[in-house]
């Protein structure tokens, strides 16, 4: 009886288990597609339309891939190299902010010159042939000072900001005329680039949502921005213009603004395959049940599933500062496709440097001028770690998207229960994709065993894979289904599609095999002569063939001959070259390559960029990799760094008459003084008197220091010590503004005694050999090497701890960083200045104390980042190699 128990209750497990896995679309029904009547379409024959699920561009359905790169945040020699890395990754459509607080600063100064020049970023990006989707706010967020919002406006009294109050949209009206005066011609409708404008940003002010925004909409489209698509950030509410303005979402995966301290950030919603595309509050208006199956109600979904901010890298926040892992963009995206999204929008795609304005920096949070985002661009032109999972996914969007989009995405009821392994089905008639996910951002996910997922049809039930296998922690993947590659059905393949290329009566499609789980094909016959396999084996049965016993990798491919003589070729690569794979187009020609460096395609050529002087690349030809090799000169650059000691650069002194010693500095500056430090040395008592007020020292042992940040004022400031028996003195005051830059005043023989005539200089006693512990500051000059002239990049590569770092040259603010483990980059190349005849000065503040609560990763130790040090700097310069022969 009891053997009869367990038997009974192993199969109410088991058959739980395999409901699990199973879903019913054998009765769904699709909703229905309406067209919005947006603004003009755009010439003939390259018409934009959009309709409740997707977009489409001459009547084909389009799966965009959008990367938010702000041309005013970075040097505008760098903006093609920037957009060719954005095109060869597979971005396609670039957005960007036009942040009005950037280019007038100043009520009435209006600047479009250099890394402001809209204009010209607008026509590079056409001649690129990349599209743009202008956001102009006026109010952007991007952490950037009151959301871009110029601090004239924001002072003044007589108008209510992100309203309808008539004063403000006079000045927003004024605005967008600027920008449009700039965009003009460039419009989608007249053969531009400009094919969508998003306005406002992140508007939630409640009952004033839809007024607000076609209000916004309305005097854009007076002014003449009339284009195919207007979008709104849709946060938290479930209001928006519908039919008017298409809603976006963003989807944070690492979110520092939601906490702080030393705890990871609780699991999101977003981490699941949810309907959920507002905050963490399911919109349950645009939700059916169709028996265990979550689906769109037709009835009730007026916009497309759009994403502009899909957070595939992070900004440091000062407490919280983390380093997101390569996997976290793949499961982003991974998740975004299955719940249906139907353009991916990255924010950021392309990493950036804040300006320095003439008041003060623009951050709102996090470093003040570096804006790197840990995109998979990064500040200054490397690849960051999510690039390799962004950039197949990006593939995968751009050559099966057309297919993808019109596929509603269902998901099983099972989901609901965080517990069950997640899983969801995109689904266009018979054809589709599945999705599955098994990862979580800092958080572990089991492993599930005897996963096989079953999907009924209107008419077949498919099973994926053919035996059950073990979805390991960590997981995540696509597998297509009943999807037709150049008239082959395939069935379905437990390997994930990655990109196609034609070559003359050829197609060949890449797939790659998860680690974790074997990779197997079961093609239908219809159609074919022949089936061979390479590194695989192949067994035909009654309909079709089926492959398994892959060895993944170059080699390892499936060759279909059709009855009309052409060939279809299926190439299974191993995860670590999908990491790898590069596609393009040259003189109307496809290509896929893979190679370990960084690639873009311009003017004919191909070109490879790496840190190191040899690289290989193999590209596709003709059903077989073919392998280059290149090899270059070896730079050796070298920076030399060194401590700076307290009042290196300050002389001796001492009065030639009475006991004062004196001098007065011109402070003129439209900034304010954020903070000033006085150190001084001398071996009697003294008292110092800056513009009229005694400061207060404090004995740093070796030396006395006093924080003056209110002393010190715009215009003339005098400094006066009064020194008992003409005593010596050496000291130095450091002075920070708010625009970022730093000013040291030193004693010298410039200084005067009470007679008005110089001090005498003399060679005094031992300065300071550091600073002291209780500041928590050290400070480094650093000698660096010319950059290299031409598109060869040369960077320096800081390894320091700390808490934050500051970089200037010849005063001015050229970096920062929030330290989080990682080497600090900043580019040579793109000072302005001559690093190798002026000495950098990099200037890091100490963490208070071992136990501040902020957010680091494990290999962080926080006790080491109370005294600041630099243990070393690497000077990489840039290698390109050109392929001629493509």
């Known amino acids: 009886m009891k053997k009869k128990v367990l038997f009974i209750v192993a199969l109410c497990i088991s058959g739980s288990l395999s409901a699990q896995y199973q879903i019913n679309l054998s009765k769904i029904t699709p909703p229905t597609l309406n067209y919005l009547e947006l603004g003009h379409t755009g010439p003939a024959g390259k018409e934009i339309r959009v309709n409740n699920l997707y977009m489409e561009e001459e009547g084909i359905p389009q799966l965009p891939v959008m990367g938010e790169f702000h041309y005013n945040r970075t040097d505008h020699r760098y903006w093609r190299d920037a957009l060719l890395k954005m095109k060869a990754s597979g971005i396609n459509i670039v957005a960007t902010y036009c942040i009005w607080s950037l280019h007038e600063e100043v009520e009435g100064e209006l600047s479009w010159e250099g890394h402001l020049n809209l204009r010209c970023f607008v026509e590079l990006c056409k001649e690129l042939d990349m599209k743009v989707h202008l956001r102009f706010g006026p109010y952007c967020n991007a952490e950037i000072k009151n959301g871009g919002l110029p601090d004239w406006i924001v002072s003044n009294k007589n108008l209510v900001t992100r309203s309808n109050d008539p004063l403000y949209l006079e000045y927003v009206r004024r605005w967008y005329q600027a920008v449009y005066d700039q965009v003009k011609g460039l419009l989608w409708k007249d053969g531009g680039p400009v094919m969508a404008l998003q306005l406002e940003n992140e508007y939630v002010r409640k009952g004033m949502i839809i007024p607000h925004l076609l209000t916004l909409k309305k005097m854009a489209v007076e002014i003449g921005f009339d284009l195919p698509l207007y979008s709104m950030t849709h946060w938290m509410d479930s209001e928006y213009p519908k039919g008017e303005i298409v809603p976006y979402a963003g989807f944070y995966i690492e979110a520092p603004w939601t906490a702080s301290g030393k705890n990871e950030i609780p699991t999101s919603n977003f981490e699941f395959f949810t309907y959920n595309r507002l905050s963490d509050n399911i919109g349950t208006d645009i939700i059916k049940l169709e028996g265990d199956v979550e689906s769109l109600s037709g009835e009730n979904n007026d916009s497309p599933f759009f994403t502009c901010e899909i957070g595939v890298g992070t900004t440091a926040f000062y407490h919280r500062r983390a380093v997101v892992p390569e996997e976290m963009a793949g499961e982003n995206i991974n998740l975004r496709l299955g719940c249906g999204a139907n353009m991916m929008g990255y924010y950021m795609y392309t990493g950036g440097t804040n300006p320095v304005g003439k008041i003060s920096t623009y951050q709102s949070s996090g470093p003040r001028i570096s804006y790197d985002y840990q995109a998979p661009i990064r500040e200054f032109g490397t690849l960051g770690t999510v690039m390799q999972e962004t950039k197949k996914y990006n593939y995968f969007m751009n050559d099966f998207g057309t297919a993808l989009a019109p596929a509603v995405a269902y998901l099983p009821t099972s989901n609901q229960d965080r517990d069950n392994l997640q899983w969801a089905v995109r689904l266009n008639e018979s054809a589709g994709y599945l999705f599955c996910s098994n990862y979580l951002y800092k958080h572990t996910r089991k492993d599930y065993k005897n996963v096989q997922f079953s999907i009924k049809l209107k008419d077949e039930t498919i099973h994926i894979p053919r035996k059950k296998v073990t979805v390991k922690g960590g997981t995540y993947f696509l597998w297509p289904f009943n999807q037709q590659f150049s008239e082959v059905l395939l069935k379905y393949s437990t390997t994930q599609p990655v990109c196609s290329l034609k070559e003359g009566n050829t197609d060949t499609y890449f797939f790659f095999e998860d680690d974790f789980i074997p990779g197997e094909y079961l093609i239908e016959d219809k159609g074919i002569r022949s089936v061979e396999v390479k590194n695989g084996t192949s067994r035909k049965e009654k309909n079709g063939y089926f492959i398994d016993r892959l060895t993944p990798g170059k080699e390892c491919s499936i060759e279909i001959t059709k009855e009309n003589g052409s060939k279809v070729r299926f190439v299974t690569l191993t995860e670590e070259e999908s990491d790898h794979i590069w596609k393009g187009t040259l003189k109307g020609k496809e290509f896929v390559a893979i190679t370990n460096s960084s690639l873009i395609y311009d003017n004919d050529k191909i070109t490879l960029i790496d840190d190191q002087?040899?690289?290989?690349?193999?590209?596709?030809?003709?059903?077989?990799?073919?392998?280059?090799?290149?090899?270059?000169?070896?730079?050796?650059?070298?920076?030399?760094?060194?401590?700076?000691?307290?009042?290196?650069?300050?002389?001796?002194?001492?009065?030639?008459?009475?006991?004062?010693?004196?001098?007065?500095?011109?402070?003129?500056?439209?900034?304010?003084?954020?903070?000033?430090?006085?150190?001084?040395?001398?071996?009697?008592?003294?008292?110092?008197?800056?513009?009229?007020?005694?400061?207060?020292?404090?004995?740093?042992?070796?030396?006395?220091?006093?924080?003056?940040?209110?002393?010190?004022?715009?215009?003339?400031?005098?400094?006066?010590?009064?020194?008992?028996?003409?005593?010596?003195?050496?000291?130095?005051?450091?002075?920070?503004?708010?625009?970022?830059?730093?000013?040291?005043?030193?004693?010298?023989?410039?200084?005067?005694?009470?007679?008005?005539?110089?001090?005498?200089?003399?060679?005094?006693?031992?300065?300071?050999?550091?600073?002291?512990?209780?500041?928590?500051?050290?400070?480094?000059?650093v000698k660096a090497p010319a950059a290299t002239c031409g598109n060869e990049e040369t960077r320096m590569y800081i390894s320091y701890k700390g808490d934050v770092a500051n970089a200037y040259l010849n005063g001015n603010l050229i970096g920062d960083s929030f330290y989080d483990g990682t080497e600090w980059i900043?580019?040579?190349?793109?000072?302005?200045?001559?690093?190798?005849?002026?000495?950098?000065?990099?200037?890091?503040?100490?963490?208070?104390?071992?136990?501040?609560?902020?957010?680091?990763?494990?290999?962080?130790?926080?006790?080491?980042?109370?005294?600041?040090?630099?243990?070393?700097?690497l000077v990489k310069q840039e290698y390109r190699f050109e392929l001629n022969n493509q």
């Open 826 to 873: 900043l580019s040579l190349s793109r000072l302005k200045e001559s690093i190798d005849t002026n000495p950098m000065v990099i200037r890091i503040d100490g963490l208070k104390s071992a136990d501040v609560p902020i957010y680091f990763e494990k290999n962080v130790v926080p006790a080491d980042c109370v005294v600041p040090t630099i243990s070393d700097i």
């Open 613 to 781: 002087p040899s690289t290989e690349i193999w590209t596709y030809e003709d059903g077989n990799f073919k392998q280059q090799t290149f090899q270059s000169s070896a730079h050796n650059l070298q920076a030399e760094f060194r401590p700076i000691t307290p009042m290196e650069k300050s002389l001796w002194i001492r009065p030639t008459e009475g006991n004062i010693a004196k001098r007065q500095f011109s402070l003129s500056t439209f900034s304010k003084v954020e903070r000033a430090y006085l150190r001084y040395v001398s071996s009697d008592p003294i008292s110092c008197m800056i513009n009229g007020k005694e400061t207060k020292t404090t004995s740093m042992g070796s030396y006395s220091y006093a924080n003056v940040t209110d002393f010190i004022q715009n215009g003339n400031n005098t400094i006066e010590f009064n020194l008992s028996n003409r005593k010596e003195i050496t000291a130095e005051i450091e002075v920070l503004l708010k625009n970022g830059k730093r000013i040291l005043w030193n004693t010298d023989a410039t200084w005067l005694s009470a007679d008005n005539k110089p001090v005498a200089t003399t060679t005094g006693k031992n300065k300071p050999s550091a600073f002291a512990p209780e500041e928590y500051i050290g400070l480094y000059e």
